[in-house]
């Protein structure tokens, strides 16, 4: 059996349902293969979204416990229902994942689920799911869709049971009395969260000497000193070297990374977070020549074209930041490319987002690559504590920073911890599109009461005009 297609997408995530879809509204004939049983990738299925659902009901869970009776709300004994929890956690991503389906049967596009490979330029092949045949798709252009997968941890053999990657700690049967997180990044401090909420001891060892490694360097101190008060315990500078499973838990045996003796420490789950590597297995790209660099991810040139020609790549998989949102927008831009338009994507304005509480948020440069590119910058920021909503809402903690050239009072980068700090930075996001200087931010009115007020203050004070500190 052979079908002809002008596009075949090879994974089903955000970039490639994405890009999909607009390959469809822009007249193409559009094939997306996908492996699993359902739409969305990693981020849909067991990533960002069943992390921030849980991140939701555990969050409520523990503003019951701890912070209702200051509103004059008394409740009796309050009881975890993990089990619910867990099943809504599983309605949200079905909703989700039935909604792309809906979307490619509106856009027409065929979803063939499968293991993708690419034969050479213009043919891939397809092991259908639940059969032993192959299917042949012939097609005008290939993008290679396929994201990441976790990276592993020598010595720590991950079993989703006793071990887990991000995709086990979403779905423990019962909360951990003691869980050890290995790698302070935004999912190991996620879902650290989340059961430390539940109940659950948390401790999390990080190899660097800092948390959210990358993030401006002030915001990555308040956002661990914030986690530490709500019970996370950090071992930092510490390499985990081995794991012994038992019947009852997990042995991790680490060691201090500057040097010095080994030493041991007990879990009931450990969750392996150390990051993603590009997932390339079983593509074909050694067959047909597609070119990778050192560490796995495929080269790609300003339209997102392989080496080869006719073949493309969007996504994890071809490195930079590894979000969902990144990947949406270079799907767009590929399909936009592959019908004749100007297809782009600004890399210097992609928001990075932690869901912690308070959440952290960013755009642009941080101090630190200010400071070592040389660039003089003035600083506006602003405290949540000063700030009406954020007081009335009794969530004050944290503070907006916004940074703009000495001389131009362009925009240059802006980092948010507090209440919707993932919001809230958007409006930031939109002023440097729109090459927008601090001064224009601090002009516009703002609603108030409200937490934008905030974003306002941080940018008149850039100016040294802050009205409300």
Known sequence: MSETYDLIIIGGGPGGYVGAIRAAQLGMKVAVVEKRDALGGTCLNVGCIPSKAMLQSSHHYSVAKDEFSAHGIEVGKLKLDLKTMLARKEKVVADLTQGIAFLFKKNKIDYIEGVGEIVKPGEVAVKVAGSKKKQTLKTDAIVIATGSDVAPLPGVDIDEKQIVSSTGALSLPKVPKHLVVVGAGVIGLELGSVWRRLGADVTVIEFLDVALPGMDAEISKTAARSLKKQGLKFKMKTKVTKAKKTKTGVTLTMEPRDGGKSETIKADVVLVAIGR?????????????????????????????????????????IGGAMLAHKAEEEGVAVAEILAGQLGHVDYATIPGVVYTHPEVASVGKTEEQLKDAGVEYNVGKFPFSANSRARANADGEGFVKILADKTTDAILGCHIIGPEAGDLIQEIVVAMELSASAEDVARICHGHPGLPEAVKEAALAAGGRALHI
Do not use: C, H, S, W
Not at 287 to 311: A, H, L, P, S, W
């Open 277 to 317: 590597r590009p997932y390339t297995e079983n593509l074909g790209l050694e067959k047909t020549g597609v070119e990778m660099d050192k560490r796995g991810f495929i080269t790609v040139d300003e339209d997102y074209q392989t080496n080869i020609e006719g073949i493309y790549a969007i996504g994890d998989v």
